[in-house]
């Protein structure tokens, strides 16, 4: 087949997909003031939230799904291309210091690889080859989990990610934004959230992108609370690396025990600065040691340790 003909092929089949739809109503926007055309975008935008709430059966058994499997020692992969790819990098990239993961525990694997943050990589999304090369440098098992994430739910890399990651027996999201997807039937758990047509013309980087954003902060978060990760809404296993996470770690002991400032530098000293332990060194009254042979013994959950201490 020509390249002509692959260009026509693929022309085609991108209109058909919702993502790609052009408006004619929006056909004038460049004339309007500058005003109207945030208000638009501002609209688009209010319509995400309803795309994704009609998808959270989905997006739920997917999440207690992956929980299971990363309550069993396996990983969290996102694998995606361009601004799909960034949104799993950058969801991955910030769960160490909010859930003191592994950096290896949450990863986000883009189409041309780190470079491909910051420019494009020509080709790189067009290649099932190089997902497969990418998970296999992972040496993917069957308590990992692979989520293909794909605007239109036609690329390659996505799809390859997940078709692989399959049939090697790993835990399979698909999360798309058109119906119908390749991505979503070829993965076991399938998340097509359908934002419609773009402002402009098949950027998916607005409406598409931020319906991503948000699933993928669903899966991460939710899945990170069902591990024991957060306490109430406190997020307990905060890595204190800076001096605004130092203090969010005290605040937190403060805001669980209700203890003094005293009391807390006391508690986290005993507990090598960790949060939960400091927080079950005051509510439970026993000293580092135990309050972390109790966490190790609970699986890492503050409540359950509670429960055990008194």
């Known amino acids: 087949m020509t390249s002509a003909s692959n260009a026509r092929d693929l022309r085609a089949e991108l209109e058909t997909l919702t993502t790609e739809a052009f408006r004619p109503e929006l056909a004038e926007i460049d004339q309007l003031p500058t005003l109207d055309i945030a ?67 949450v990863i986000g694997l883009i189409a041309g690889g780190p470079e491909a943050m910051l420019t494009s990589v020509e080709g ?65 758990h399938g998340i097509e959230v359908v934002v ?37 809404n406190l997020m307990v296993d905060v890595r204190a690396s800076n001096d605004k996470l130092r203090a969010r770690s005290r605040r937190i002991v403060a805001l669980a025990t209700g203890a003094d400032d005293a009391d807390i530098e006391r508690a986290l000293t005993a507990a090598d600065g960790e949060v939960k332990a400091a927080i079950l060194v005051l509510l439970a009254d026993v000293d580092g040691p135990t309050a972390a042979r109790l966490l190790e013994a609970s699986g890492g959950h503050l409540r359950a340790a509670l429960a055990t201490a008194t």
Not at 53 to 81: E, F, K
Not at 140 to 148: M, N, W
């Open 196 to 232: 419609g047509p773009e402002l402009l013309t098949g950027s998916t980087r607005l409406k598409a992108g931020t319906a991503q954003k948000l699933v993928l902060n669903m899966l991460s978060t939710i899945t990170m609370i069902r591990l024991g990760k957060t306490y109430g």
């Open 39 to 105: 208000r638009l975008m501002n609209g688009e935008d209010a319509s995400v939230a309803a795309a994704v709430a009609s998808r959270l059966p989905q997006i739920a058994a997917a999440i207690d799904a992956t929980a299971d499997r990363m309550a069993r020692g396996g990983r969290l992969v996102y694998a995606g291309a361009g601004t799909a790819g960034r949104l799993g990098v950058l969801d991955a990239s910030e769960c160490p210091p909010t859930f003191n993961t592994a950096p290896s525990q």
């Open 124 to 188: 790189a999304e067009d290649s099932e080859e190089l997902a497969r090369a990418d998970l296999d440098a992972l040496v993917l098992g069957p308590a990992d989990t692979v989520v293909g994430i794909s605007a239109s739910g036609r690329t390659p890399y996505a799809i390859g990610a997940v078709e692989h990651a399959r049939a090697l027996g790993a835990l399979t999201i698909g999360l798309a934004c058109n119906a119908g997807s390749a991505l979503a039937a070829a993965a076991e």
